[in-house]
């Protein structure tokens, strides 16, 4: 059995108090759900979000490089991430790909270098609206998966999370249709068979995401494929998120 996760993505929102605030009052209130429930805060809010020794609310990290140290002005090194308490870091989503321009190559590397150095991935994957009309969904998300997973050892696997979410979908109101997300989920799981096995394949955990809010998580959730979620905007308020946590 597969434990379901819930992931908050709060991209670049929150300072240091605002994200404290929220963290304690979410520890508080979802400390008996049977849910992993991680927060993906901006770097500056790690150091304070660790210090509050957290034990049910996890920490997860947005982008990495991936490198150890070195002249790279801007970048975080996944030690200086596991140093803040991280567990998860999200790798490859779709602002990633599309606005600073990163591709399978690279996403490739960051997702080794995590695995390598104990950090869990969220690796997105997704269509846009156009490759969707083209019928192509499938393709590209079986395209993504393979070239950010080359050359990762099957017994890293387990490490790994994916969130399958179609670009379209995130921060725009209009939620993919669960029983269609649960078909893609379920395509790349079988692209896991593919390259590693079956069995393994079982054991990954496999998130929808893209305006999952309160009113729609339940659809989600019952899908077979479908483990968890990875949350944009309805995980910045400590309320909505609580009732997404607690489907
Ligand atoms: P959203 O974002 O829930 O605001 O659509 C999801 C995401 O970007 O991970």
Redesign the pocket.
């Known amino acids: 059995m597969r434990t379901p996760i819930i ?1 908050g ?1 709060w ?1 670049m929102y929150k300072n240091v108090g605002e994200a404290v605030e929220t963290a304690r009052k979410l520890e508080e209130r979802v400390q008996d759900s049977p849910v992993e429930v991680v927060i993906c805060a901006p770097f500056t809010n790690l150091p304070a979000l660790s210090a509050l020794g957290l034990t049910k609310v996890k920490l997860g990290a947005q982008n990495m490089y991936f490198e150890d140290q070195g002249a790279f002005t801007g970048e975080i090194a996944p030690g200086m991430l596991l140093d803040v308490g991280c567990e998860y870091v ?1 790798l490859g ?3 990633r790909r599309q606005i600073f321009k990163e591709d399978d190559e690279l996403i490739n590397k960051k997702v080794l270098k995590a695995l390598n150095v104990g950090l869990k991935p969220i690796l ?1 994957v997704g269509e846009t609206l156009e490759e969707r009309r083209a019928g192509r969904t499938e393709e590209v998300v079986v395209a993504q998966t393979t070239r950010a997973l080359a050359g990762a050892a099957a017994e890293q696997l387990t490490n790994l999370v994916i ?1 399958y ?1 179609p670009v379209w ?5 209009e ?1 993919c249709d669960a029983e269609d997300a649960n078909q893609v989920i379920a395509r790349i799981r079988q692209t896991l068979a593919e390259l590693y096995t079956a069995d393994l394949a079982q054991q990954v955990r496999i998130q929808y ?5 309160p009113a729609n998580i339940k659809e989600f959730m019952e899908q077979p494929e479908i483990d968890g ?7 910045l308020d400590v309320d909505s998120f609580t009732s997404i946590i607690r489907y």
Not at 169 to 173: E, K, R, S
Not at 209 to 213: I, N, Q
Not at 229 to 235: E, H, K, P, R
């Open positions: 992931a993505n991209k999200i989503h779709s602002e997105c969130a979410e979908a995130i921060g725009t109101g939620n995401g893209g305006s999952v809010k979620a990875l949350v944009g905007g309805a995980s």
